[in-house]
């Protein structure tokens, strides 16, 4: 199987997200599985993913396509978790959907990361088959260190017994910063940290407002490379994703390898995978949060970092990279193998 993983329009905003380490997670699951990859269109494929649906991925596909190469498209993105994330993004949800449908119809096979979203795309009218892979985590990589979480510890110049709280996205609304800036707030005695960055241009005004405003326990740490946002989260006390909607949320399958107590919005997506007090703590409501993430924090309730490193196990690159192939033999080989010439007959 030879595999050609299309990074055509991956620009720092996309590198630097969700989208961005699935990328990565395919080049790991498919060597691991022993698929030859190439990033380039020389020679020819059997299948070309498109992870991305920028101006420039349709015209991957359509010469994909030309070339007798199976497209696969990877569903990261939906309307709804489009909506309260840039600026003008709640107008343009609409049109937005009908790019991805538009987008994800130029595929031979569509994959996307949970149930959930499955769901969601099926629920478009798409005609071509989706599958639910989860886009898997590094679970060497991302593991419990405790070394290393007190050098990350100490670099913060934490004082004894303060509580260290982090979260990963980019400046939105939908992945729960305003109220994540409302714990640290409602929290003061700990300290609250929040990775990821986003151009000023594209962040909303009551996101810029809530930012300005922020109290003096929170820091913005902007992007950081993988091994430190591993040791943040070997570190941290608890990891707190109040995102409102999601596709799957890497970051939580990151924290949930690491072993940090992981606390999450309950929105459909986690839906038959965390369950709340078994893996993962839940709030309803955003004023159920802080209170929920102070018992956490005073070990007031049970440990499921045992449990939520399972979780993550049961998703591990490895996994994933062989149930990606089960579903090219079953899809996309044996449409991507063109048919063999007649043998030339002589009399």
Not at 105 to 114: E, I, Q
Not at 300 to 324: C, F, H, I, K
Request: proline share 7%; aromatic share 10%.
């Amino acid at each position: 199987m030879r595999v050609h993983l299309y990074e055509g329009g991956l620009t720092p905003l996309v590198a630097h997200s969700g989208v961005g380490q699935a990328i990565c997670h395919q080049r790991a699951m498919l060597a691991s599985a022993g698929a030859e990859l190439t990033d380039g269109w020389y020679g020819r494929a059997d299948a070309v993913h498109i992870n991305t649906v920028l101006p420039d991925a349709p015209l991957a596909a359509l010469r994909a396509r030309l070339r007798g190469e199976t497209v696969v498209w990877y569903g990261h993105s939906t309307m709804e978790d489009f909506r309260e994330s840039f600026v003008g993004s709640n107008r343009l949800a609409p049109l937005f959907r009908r790019w991805l449908c538009f987008c994800y119809g130029l595929a031979d096979v569509v994959v996307t990361p949970t149930p959930y979203s499955k769901r969601i795309l099926e629920g478009y009218g798409l005609k071509k088959p989706v599958y639910a892979l989860s886009n898997g985590v590094d679970t060497e990589f991302f593991a419990p260190d405790p070394a290393r979480g007190a050098a990350w510890r100490a670099k913060w110049q934490q004082r004894p017994g303060q509580k260290l709280v982090i979260s990963v996205g980019h400046f939105m609304e939908r992945k729960g910063i305003l109220e994540f800036i409302d714990l640290a707030r409602t929290l003061p005695e700990a300290r609250f940290v929040w990775y990821g960055c986003t151009s000023p241009a594209l962040v909303a005004e009551p996101v810029r407002a809530a930012m300005a405003a922020a109290p003096e326990n929170l820091t913005f740490a902007g992007f950081v490379s993988q091994a430190e946002l591993r040791d943040a989260y070997c570190g941290a006390d608890a990891f707190a994703f109040c995102s409102h909607e999601e596709t799957e949320g890497i970051v939580v399958l990151e924290a949930l390898a690491c072993g940090v107590p992981v606390l999450v919005r309950d929105i459909p997506v986690y839906e038959g995978w965390l369950e709340a007090g078994r893996n993962v703590y839940k709030a309803r409501r955003a004023e159920d949060l802080a209170p929920l993430l102070e018992a956490m924090l005073n070990r007031e309730l049970p440990d499921l970092t045992a449990a939520g490193r399972r979780v993550a196990q049961a998703r591990s690159l490895r996994r994933m990279g062989q149930a990606l192939c089960g579903i090219y033999e079953k899809e996309a080989a044996p449409c991507a193998r063109p048919p063999r010439p007649e043998p030339v007959r002589t009399a």
